[in-house]
């Protein structure tokens, strides 16, 4: 079976700091992956996507970056952070081709003060 | 007009209550119709999933797509303190996971004993 893990689980940043949070997929080869941004009481925003390695579409501008160093890792990074970077970061997978569901990671609550 | 419409609660409905939830979207081109449950400060985990219009039955959940109306619900029956939870639905035109997946912002649903 498939399994998503993200990390970490919480955390809190200066405003101006690096981030890097980290996404890896078992039991599937070659998936869609997918970052997105939930802030508080409000829907799913679509960060980035990618179809394979190496492969980055980004949906909105912002000072985040995604990388896909492997097929079944995604990174998602900042160089420096803003106070408005806050909110719970989601990563998840689809099967290339499939039907339209998508599976979610755990999530990364991230704090920025 | 936001492209996917959801009325984000709280809902709050005695344990046993039949329970529906409802989207509304201005999209005609979106086929691939799901519902996600999404318990605090953790990942949306897919509950159902259905294409084009007509009902569909898992259990105690049934969802709904009019397509006519531009319509979907999802209607949970006995319902449970476990339901507790918020509820996404989500959207996307093509069988391919190229096209994005528009969600919904959500509906809180509590369920009181």
């Known amino acids: 079976s498939q399994t998503i893990h993200q990390w970490p689980a919480t955390l809190v940043q200066p405003v101006g700091s690096p981030l890097s949070l980290e996404c890896t997929v078992e039991?599937?080869?070659?998936?869609?992956l997918y970052w997105y941004r939930q802030a508080a009481g409000r829907g799913l925003q679509l960060l980035f996507y990618s179809v394979g390695i190496g492969q980055i579409s980004s949906e909105v501008p912002q000072n985040l970056s995604a990388s896909r160093p492997q097929d079944r890792q995604f990174i998602l990074s900042s160089k420096k952070l803003l106070l408005s970077d806050s909110g719970f970061y989601l990563c998840?997978?689809?099967?290339?081709?499939?039907?339209?569901?998508?599976?979610f990671g755990p999530g990364t609550r991230l704090l920025v003060l | 007009q936001k492209e996917v419409e959801q009325d984000p609660g709280p809902l709050s409905v005695p344990e046993g209550a039949i329970v529906s939830l409802n989207c509304t979207y201005s999209n005609s081109a979106f086929q691939y119709f799901m519902w996600y449950r999404q318990y605090s400060r953790k990942g949306p985990e897919l509950l159902m999933y259905t294409y084009s219009s007509g009902n569909k039955e898992d259990g105690r959940f049934t969802a709904q797509v009019d397509k006519s109306s531009k319509y979907i619900s999802l209607f949970i029956r006995d319902s449970q303190p476990s339901d507790s939870a918020t509820y996404l639905c989500a959207m996307s035109a093509s069988g391919t996971s190229y096209d994005k997946v528009i969600f919904g912002p959500g509906t809180s649903l509590s369920v009181i004993p």
């Open positions: 039991g599937t080869s070659n998936p869609n």
């Open positions: 998840a997978w689809s099967v290339p081709g499939g039907e339209e569901t998508q599976y």
